[in-house]
T-cell receptor, first 117, second 113 residues
């Protein structure tokens, strides 16, 4: 089946630093990638949608200057959490699909546990 | 406002029996629904989906039922196997093509031998 690789799986860093998370589709072309955030015991919340070569579309309440998304190729999207603070600590997960393949579902990475000290 | 709700945080079922996971939604504009399964330390894996024009979709041991009038869907797993123990998420979208998903909170299913 389709494989999406997300890296790193876990990161711990100091407040004020920027953290980059990578999401790669390994065996298909990801025309669309999604970034989600999950707080403990809550559902996955969509943060933004990115189409290859276009600017990301952010959901209401998500700061685009805080969460920078780049989707420059059909196999790679990155999420950069800029000037991270403890409240940004969360589980971030990406997914990818090829919208040209009709009803193909999203395929998810394994997520990144971000802890800001 | 939680548009997709899974009111049972956990469910325990005997191996070989039927597991029924439930999901309710509030927005009648949703037109496509999906179930994902998630093991610890892994991302969700797609299981099965259903379009709003159908009321049932079956794939092997998994069947999803949709009751639009009640805004309710359910996932049936029969027979349940130990490997089915995982967290199950239902998700809904307004547009099957765009697939901006709204997820429920998840139900942890435990299959007892």
């Amino acid at each position: 089946g389709a494989v999406v690789s997300q890296h790193p799986s876990r990161v711990i860093c100091k407040s004020g630093t920027s953290v980059k998370i990578e999401c790669r589709s390994l065996d298909f072309q990801a025309t669309t990638m999604f970034w989600y955030r999950q707080f403990p015991k809550q559902s996955l919340m969509l943060m933004a949608t990115s189409n290859e070569g276009s600017k990301a579309t952010y959901e209401q309440g998500v700061e685009k200057d805080k969460f920078l998304i780049n989707h420059a190729s059909l196999t790679l999207s990155t999420l950069t959490v800029t000037s991270a603070h403890p409240e940004d600590s969360s589980f971030y997960i990406c997914s990818a699909r090829d919208w040209r393949r009709g009803d193909q579902p999203q395929h998810f990475g394994d997520g990144t546990r971000l802890s800001i000290l | 406002d939680q548009q997709v709700k899974q009111n049972s945080p956990s469910l325990s079922v005997q191996e070989g029996r039927i597991s029924i996971l439930n999901c309710d939604y509030t927005n009648s504009m949703f037109d496509y629904f999906l179930w994902y399964k998630k093991y610890p330390a892994e991302g969700p894996t797609f299981l099965i989906s259903i379009s709003s024009i159908k009321d049932k979709n079956e794939d092997g041991r998994f069947t999803v039922f949709l009751n639009k009038s009640a805004k309710h869907l359910s996932l049936h797993i029969v027979p349940s196997q130990p490997g089915d123990s995982a967290v199950y998420f239902c998700a809904a979208t307004f547009d099957q093509g765009a697939q901006k998903l709204v997820f429920g909170q998840g139900t942890r299913l435990t299959i007892n031998p």
